[in-house]
């Protein structure tokens, strides 16, 4: 149980146009998901808390224009890269709580990443 | 600012033996501290997860302590495997509205055959 999914796991752009990532929660139902990004040998970088039904609380320093996050479903939050540039190539990982399950702990269940690269 | 340390050099150890690994924190407080696994090009695993009332987990093989005295947590591997070679990260949890985990370098483990 508890599997997250991402789909694409790698995307290659050309600069100046908008990239979709979609991350689901396959069998279980999340109000909250998270993005994160992550460069070669560095720790994973909270990029902006995705809520259902409700706009996207996103981190210091994060672009909320740039990275368009939409949390449409309990299931369902997705994150455009608009305007890419290759400055945002990177690894981006999305990640969920179960929120709704008995006995609720906090872990996080992570999504495979998607792959970015903006030419 | 808060901090989390992991042991930033690589640790290379022979198959069957026990791998420890160590987060430290400072100027934090955390209600929860977890520890997951992550392989190359791929999202991390969530291993285990330990409150800050309980002094030590198990899970099979793994063991984890918590000691919010030192501000430490050991991750431990037992009869380790080479499928135990991975990129460990420790990630601290605030309990309260803001659920953000405080994640740490993490630590390379690779088990030699």
């Known amino acids: 149980g508890a599997v997250v999914s991402q789909h694409p796991s790698r995307v290659i752009c050309k600069s100046g146009t908008s990239v979709k990532i979609e991350c689901r929660s396959l069998?279980?139902?999340?109000?909250?998901m998270f993005w994160y990004r992550q460069f070669p040998k560095q720790s994973l970088m909270l990029m902006a808390t995705s809520n259902e039904g409700s706009k996207a609380t996103y981190e210091q320093g994060v672009e909320k224009d740039k990275f368009l996050i939409n949390h449409a479903s309990l299931t369902l939050s997705t994150l455009t890269v608009t305007s890419a540039h290759p400055e945002d190539s990177s690894f981006y990982i999305c990640?969920?709580?179960?929120?709704?399950?008995?006995?609720?702990?906090?872990?996080?269940?992570f999504g495979p990443g998607t792959r970015l690269t903006v030419t | 600012s808060q901090k989390i340390e992991q042991n930033s050099e690589a640790l290379n150890i022979q198959e069957g033996k026990t791998a420890t690994l160590t987060c430290n924190y400072t100027?934090?407080?955390?209600?929860?501290l977890q520890w997951y696994r992550q392989d190359p090009g791929r999202g991390p695993v969530f291993l285990l997860l330990i409150r800050e009332n309980e002094k030590e987990k198990r899970k099979e093989r793994l063991k984890v302590t918590f000691d919010t005295t030192l501000k430490q947590s050991l991750f431990h591997i037992t009869a380790s495997q080479p499928a135990d070679s991975a990129t460990y990260l420790c990630a601290l949890d605030k309990a309260g509205n803001n659920r953000k985990l405080i994640w740490g370098l993490g630590t390379s483990l690779a088990v030699n055959p």
């Open positions: 069998d279980f139902q999340a109000t909250t």
């Open positions: 990640s969920a709580r179960d929120t709704f399950r008995v006995g609720f702990s906090y872990e996080q269940y």
């Open positions: 100027n934090y407080s955390p209600a929860y």
